[in-house]
């Protein structure tokens, strides 16, 4: 893992320090307004759209936020593998147990329960595990929130995993409609994600792969139906 420090933008670094906790806050009530207030449109769509606009425009290039080409592919998938079977474990084995004796398991989208033998269904859900789910939850929350979070750390490697732990939370915010131990649940996967993004060097390809094969678990899972949510 890489300790490199991403440079900081330049210019006045407390109004950019500012203007970075102004974006997290906005963020955070837009995450808030739409998953439990439903008073903003989808989130992730909100989020990942401005997201691409303010690291482009305040840092001149994605790969700040790690959207970039990695030096391996192989790492990365190996990073991706064993994070998201990690996740996948700790989901089915620890969380999902313990917080079971506090609260109701986790709900499921709404589409879950039609994709049970159904390959038509399942194959649309693997397209949007793939694009709005993968790709754009790790774009709004790993690549955008966590930047501007970490940024207000002047992007110091502690100021990332702080950041990391901030935005799980919001994370578990952002699947309020799957419950209290889902929100629990939705907020460790968060941390598994933020820790893939940082072993891989702060590339964010590895936590949108993982993100990617645990969702298609989900997928398989549901499609033969085993699954138990």
Not at 169 to 191: E, T
Request: glycine residues 10%; contains cysteine; charged residues 15%.
């Amino acid at each position: 893992m890489s300790s490199a420090q991403i440079p900081f933008p330049s210019g006045n670094p407390l109004a950019s320090r500012v203007l970075s906790a102004f974006e997290l806050l906005l963020c955070a009530f837009i995450v808030i307004g739409h998953d439990v207030f439903h008073i903003v449109p989808n989130e992730v769509i909100v989020l990942s759209v401005l997201g691409l606009v303010s690291i482009r425009m305040r840092d001149g290039r994605w790969a700040v936020m790690g959207l970039k080409r990695p030096s391996s592919w192989r790492r990365i998938f190996v990073i991706a593998l064993a994070a998201a079977t990690l996740r996948i474990t700790l989901g089915q084995f620890v969380v999902e147990p313990i917080t079971g004796h506090f609260s109701p398991a986790p709900t499921a989208p709404a589409l879950a329960n039609e994709i049970a033998g159904n390959m038509k269904v399942a194959m649309l859900a693997l397209l949007l595990v793939w694009t709005f789910a993968a790709f754009g939850e790790e774009i709004a929350y790993r690549g955008y929130l966590l930047t501007r979070a970490a940024d207000i750390g002047q992007r110091s490697t502690t100021a990332y995993w702080l950041g990391i732990v901030l935005v799980s939370i919001l994370f578990g915010y952002g699947h309020y409609y799957k419950g209290p131990s889902g929100i629990v649940d939705s907020g460790i996967a968060g941390l598994i994600l933020g820790t893939a993004y940082m072993v891989a060097g702060r590339n964010l390809w590895a936590s949108i792969l993982t993100h990617g094969f645990i969702d298609t678990f989900g997928v398989i899972d549901a499609f033969f139906g085993r699954s138990k949510k």
